[in-house]
């Protein structure tokens, strides 16, 4: 039952926020979201052997959510002051892990959401399409996988998870797609929008795996326990993590 009401809490707050927010609610969401999931992220690398990362993978985080056109300079440097720093450690092995660590922090976990403001500023309706993209897809994995699922498809990453529910995925999220954005951006060729559900789908999937790997090479269940019945934040967005660039970089070829 808290999952259920967890479930609704969190489609009900994020469908306000995306479709009525004003940008300055829209914009703390997103920061909240983005270093929620920066935080539990540091939580598997700690759990991996690994120091925590530091503040320099929240800066480089910070320059894609706040100044994404000076991102190269703004990394450049940022890199530059955490070699530095990294000179601290007593066992030299640790500095080359903690700076990946960093900044693949920053580039996981928080400018994928840059790409969710950007969709937003195209069309709320866009956004809400990449975002709802991996939940139908989840739903429509569930029943399929728990129907006919026979075939594992990553049993060392994700024992539960089958061929056929991972295609009952992603037909599920070409079906909600064609008739979502087939209603409200009519424009838009039904191929195109099929074409995007298609590797977007698939894309979330893999990041749903992706982050079930990470779990389990560092021994935990969950990323984190904000949120009852579900674990952590970054346990609910893995798929969106790897959804949104890619829903917006389709965009932009198609």
């Known amino acids: 039952m808290m999952r259920i009401i ?12 995306i479709f009525f927010g004003p940008p ?5 969401v997103v920061v909240l979201v983005a270093f929620a999931c920066y935080w ?22 910070a320059v ?8 190269a300079l703004g990394l450049s440097l940022i890199c530059v002051a955490a070699l530095i720093s990294a000179l601290r450690f007593e066992n030299l092995r640790d500095v080359l892990p903690s700076v990946a660590a960093d900044f693949f ?10 790409f969710a403001e950007t969709l937003r500023a195209r069309s709320v309706h866009w956004l809400f399409f990449a975002l709802a993209l991996s939940w139908a897809g989840d ?69 749903d795996l992706a982050e079930s790997a990470m779990k389990r090479g560092a021994g935990v269940k969950d990323s984190g326990n904000i949120l009852p019945g579900h674990g952590g934040m970054l346990d609910r967005v893995d798929s969106s993590l790897f959804a949104l660039p890619v829903v ?7």
């Open 248 to 254: 917006y970089g389709l965009t932009l070829i198609l």
């Open 40 to 61: 539990e992220y540091s939580g598997l690398v700690v759990a991996s052997g690994i120091p925590r990362p530091t503040v320099a993978g929240l800066l480089g985080g």
């Open 139 to 207: 739903s429509a994995a569930y029943y399929v996988g728990r129907t006919f699922g026979k075939n594992r498809l990553a049993p060392i990453i994700s024992p539960k998870k089958s061929w056929e529910g991972a295609i009952g995925s992603v037909l599920g999220s070409v079906v909600f797609g064609v008739i979502y954005l087939g209603y409200f951006d009519p424009q838009v060729p039904k191929w195109k929008v099929a074409v995007i559900a298609v590797v977007a789908n698939i894309a979330g999937q893999l990041g």
């Open 24 to 28: 300055l609610l829209f914009k703390a």
């Open 6 to 17: 967890t479930a609704l809490l969190l489609a009900a707050g994020a469908s306000y926020t």
């Open 64 to 71: 894609f959510l706040f100044a994404a056109n000076y991102a």
């Open 105 to 114: 922090a920053a580039i996981y976990a928080i400018l994928p959401w840059h």
